[in-house]
């Protein structure tokens, strides 16, 4: 290994903010910015699990001098630029403090610190990308709130505590659906945000799940970032009262989470892994525990989709240990569904069902004052949806295509994708379970459905179906769900 010939300072410097990188991100948001690096990556066929706590870091300036790998991504973002004029300090600079030479470089590709890299092919897992820094265990919620401030906490909320001088506060719209947060364009110094416009970020919350809940997400994903730009913004221009500061903070992590629903309901993966972890560190910074509770229990769901089910249990587990003072048993009724599936994706069975029986024991004492407003979506259809789901993973198809149809009966009409979603669950179950005829008539239900709702995952699941019925074309009903299957517009990711 090679030495450094450059001796260290005997006393650590504090930080400095890096502003040339700043002002390169301009008005995207950490998660923005985050994920255009992400897709800079691909095209140079670099792999980074860049997200906004790591934009954060860079913008603060622990990061003096980014890997190797961030350093050939963001050479290609800044063609024409080096390292110094992305605001970095030169690499020989920072050897002996954590640089390597191309030698000492560890791999790019590093796994999970939770899971061995045995252990995520025995787990069945997706092995995820995870950088030197990314030290921490956000499962673990007794870690001290000192380390939480220093690698939880996004760019948006340094900038909020840290801020000085004038603030630009940007107009935040979702276009003709008519989400505004009404933040007025300045470079000179503004009134600091009130109680209307904490008003206005939790109507633009409201409003978001009653589009998803209607039309499903592909169609909302990126006009929803402007509200959560004017989020960010409204949190940089701050508050003298505290009870405004806590609406703000709430209401900007809410909305980060439905952000985050957004692109995960529409396959962005790795956009709604940001954006629940900027809710997270929001919750964290400012000790909501609702909050976190909702960030942990979306996050648990995301990894299940994401083929990394152990992670899954333990983001449920976590949001079970935030979630239990609250006192409402039908938020930890979901959350122990949310620990369900991830044990499902790791086949066992025994540890599903006892969580599922949780679940309904849980559910069965009924509603509460202390149930959060965002699960408003989760009645007795969403119970039997999950189920389904679960049963699905395990393979028991009569099982899961029975709980299926039960959350299709039972679904409120007004909540059109997600009626969408269990008879697609349905189809699936069916065609899997070796009923291909009753498969394509709940088959030929979803594609009536699709002209309302616009859902990648939906799309998923729908094609996922198809294939299974393509040698049982002769079966009723089965060539005429195939053909107007095929003729489907495929959705742009």
């Known amino acids: 290994m090679a030495s450094s010939m450059v001796t260290p300072s005997p006393l650590p410097r504090p930080p400095r903010p890096n502003l040339a990188f700043r002002r390169l991100r301009g008005p995207r948001s950490p998660a923005e910015f985050a994920a255009a690096v992400r897709r800079s990556a691909r095209e140079i066929g670099e792999r980074v699990s860049c997200d906004a706590r790591y934009v954060g870091r860079?913008?603060?300036?622990?990061?003096?001098?980014?890997?190797?790998?961030?350093?050939?991504?963001?050479?290609?973002?800044?063609?024409?630029?080096?390292?110094?004029?992305?605001?970095?300090?030169?690499?020989?600079?920072?050897?002996?403090?954590?640089?390597?030479?191309?030698?000492?470089?560890?791999?790019?590709?590093?796994?999970?610190?939770?899971?061995?890299?045995?252990?995520?092919?025995?787990?069945?897992?997706?092995?995820?990308?995870?950088?030197?820094?990314?030290?921490?265990?956000?499962?673990?919620t007794h870690q001290n709130h000192e380390n939480h401030e220093n690698h939880e906490e996004?760019?948006?909320?340094?900038?909020?505590?840290?801020?000085?001088?004038?603030?630009?506060?940007?107009?935040?719209?979702?276009?003709?659906?008519?989400?505004?947060?009404?933040?007025?364009?300045?470079?000179?110094?503004?009134?600091?945000?009130?109680?209307?416009?904490?008003?206005?970020?939790?109507?633009?919350?409201?409003?978001?799940?009653?589009?998803?809940?209607?039309?499903?997400?592909?169609?909302?994903?990126?006009?929803?970032?402007?509200?959560?730009?004017?989020a960010y913004a409204l949190l940089d221009a701050g508050t003298t009262r505290q009870s405004v500061a806590e609406r703000l903070h709430s209401g900007a992590g809410e909305l980060a989470i439905s952000v985050g629903w957004l692109a995960h309901d529409s396959g962005r993966f790795d956009d709604a892994r940001s954006h629940y972890a900027e809710a997270l560190a929001t919750a964290r910074l400012t000790g909501d525990a609702g909050l976190e509770a909702h960030a942990f229990c979306n996050t648990a769901f995301l990894a299940r989709d994401a083929g990394r089910p152990r992670e899954a249990v333990r983001a449920a587990q976590a949001a079970q240990r935030v979630g239990r003072p609250l006192g409402?048993?039908?938020?930890?009724?979901?959350?122990?569904?949310?620990?369900?599936?991830?044990?499902?994706?790791?086949?066992?069975?025994?540890?599903?069902?006892?969580?599922?029986?949780?679940?309904?024991?849980?559910?069965?004492?009924?509603?509460?004052?202390?149930?959060?407003?965002?699960?408003?979506?989760?009645?007795?259809?969403?119970?039997?949806?999950?189920?389904?789901?679960?049963?699905?993973t395990l393979g028991d198809w009569p099982r899961a295509a029975r709980h299926a149809r039960r959350a299709a009966h039972l679904q409120d009409p007004h909540f059109t994708r997600n009626i969408a979603l269990y008879m697609a669950e349905l189809a699936?179950?069916?065609?899997?379970?070796?009923?291909?005829?009753?498969?394509?008539?709940?088959?030929?239900?979803?594609?009536?459905?699709?002209?309302?709702?616009?859902?990648?995952?939906?799309?998923?699941?729908?094609?996922?179906?198809?294939?299974?019925?393509?040698?049982?074309?002769?079966?009723?009903?089965?060539?005429?769900?195939?053909?107007?299957?095929?003729?489907?517009?495929?959705?742009?990711?």
Do not use: K
């Open 154 to 230: 996004s760019d948006v909320l340094r900038r909020a505590f840290m801020r000085g001088g004038t603030v630009t506060v940007a107009a935040g719209t979702l276009g003709p659906l008519g989400l505004t947060l009404d933040a007025v364009a300045t470079e000179r110094s503004v009134r600091r945000p009130g109680t209307s416009e904490a008003g206005a970020l939790e109507e633009a919350v409201r409003r978001i799940r009653l589009l998803d809940d209607r039309h499903g997400a592909d169609g909302l994903y990126r006009r929803a970032a402007a509200p959560l730009r004017a």
């Open 58 to 140: 860079v913008e603060a300036g622990e990061i003096r001098c980014p890997n190797y790998a961030y350093e050939r991504v963001f050479l290609h973002m800044f063609p024409g630029r080096t390292l110094v004029d992305l605001g970095f300090a030169p690499r020989s600079s920072v050897r002996g403090r954590g640089a390597r030479t191309a030698e000492d470089t560890p791999p790019a590709h590093l796994t999970s610190p939770v899971l061995t890299t045995d252990e995520t092919a025995r787990a069945g897992e997706t092995p995820e990308v995870y950088e030197p820094y990314d030290t921490q265990d956000p499962y673990d």
């Open 328 to 392: 409402s048993a039908r938020l930890m009724s979901l959350l122990a569904l949310r620990e369900a599936g991830g044990w499902a994706g790791l086949a066992d069975r025994t540890g599903c069902e006892q969580a599922l029986a949780r679940a309904q024991a849980l559910f069965e004492r009924g509603h509460s004052d202390a149930d959060p407003e965002w699960m408003s979506f989760y009645g007795e259809a969403e119970l039997e949806g999950l189920e389904a789901q679960c049963w699905s």
């Open 428 to 493: 699936d179950d069916l065609a899997r379970g070796g009923r291909p005829d009753e498969a394509a008539t709940a088959g030929m239900r979803v594609l009536d459905l699709l002209d309302l709702v616009q859902s990648s995952r939906i799309q998923t699941m729908l094609a996922g179906t198809a294939r299974v019925l393509l040698p049982h074309r002769r079966a009723s009903g089965v060539s005429t769900f195939l053909d107007r299957h095929s003729g489907l517009p495929r959705t742009a990711a």
